[in-house]
């Protein structure tokens, strides 16, 4: 349990999941905030700045980077294709 409890607590690497298919900016995420997010199909962790509201909305905000909820279309485009999805 500890050894999890340590891999969650650390940083890792991740590259933004804005919508632009050029964006390839790193983001230093803690490992349970990502896991956390991702568990939900709409939830996607972005570069601070990088979020359009005319498909999602911010719902949380750290040092550097946002998560964003797909919403309308979008969303439910993000939810079918979420391959976290049982």
């Given amino acids: 349990m500890r050894e999890l409890a340590a891999d969650l607590d650390r940083q890792a690497e991740f590259v933004c999941e804005c919508a632009s298919v050029e964006c390839s900016q790193h983001l230093q995420v803690p490992m349970d905030d ?15 700045g990088h979020e359009r509201s005319e ?18 279309d979008a969303g439910v485009v993000a939810s079918h294709h979420d391959p976290r999805r049982a």
């Fill in 55 to 72: 498909f999602e909305r911010v719902v949380a905000e750290a040092d550097g980077w946002v998560v964003v909820e797909k919403v309308g």
């Fill in 34 to 48: 990502y896991e956390r997010t991702r568990a939900h199909g709409r939830r996607f962790i972005l570069a601070r």
